[in-house]
């Protein structure tokens, strides 16, 4: 397996068993989260443009939020690429009017299962176990507080930022350092590699509302954009 870092977000190229498959690409300025004077986030970087990336065989979205879901971004790739995700994101996706075929985790041709136990108003700490013919990765750029049992990965890609918020607006987002390091305890894990970590500038309620704690560590590998990594 092949992933490669597009921005300093969580916008990822993998190649698995010779598919090329686009992870939660958000190339826009912005982001905004129901109005933009609630939350708005601006990239700080240039971003990948959308005729430099190579055509991805799939397009997998991880969550429904515009920093992993992003529309403006999403509509500038042909309409025929399936998507592989959850019904709750296909389902947001459909309103759209673009994509013309979506896949569940069960139906994409790679291996894919969502091993996180979360609540029904859980939306943010998804974890996906990836594999292929010989490596298996975990992908969870939010964090997650408990997976299934049994299961284990070499790769994990999580977040080391903390980021907090109120709890009448959803707790903290990012979980940080300690539960990635304790998630990949929990999955065998033997490298794990820093995602969702970028620093933006924030705009609206959130952003005065918010605490955001980034905890860099040597546990973790950083990858610049265009970066890859193999295994």
Known sequence: ??????NADSSWLWEINGLKVLVDPWFSESQVDFHPRFSTQYHL???????DIPRPDFIFISHPFTDHCDRETLMKFSAEIPVVCLPTIQRKMQKWKHFKQFLSLSDAPFQIEKISKTGFLDLVHHAYLISDNRST???????TRKVKHAKEASVLLATVTTYDL??????????GLNKAIQLADQLNVKTIISTHDEQKRQAG????LSKRTYTPSSQFLSLLPGQFFEF
Do not use: S, W
């Open 1 to 6: 397996m092949k992933i490669t870092k597009l």
């Open 45 to 51: 970087d240039k971003q990948p443009e959308v005729y």
């Open 137 to 143: 990765m975990c992908y969870a750029p939010h964090g």
């Open 166 to 175: 109120p709890f009448y607006l959803g707790g903290t987002v990012n979980l």
């Open 205 to 208: 309620i959130v952003a005065r």
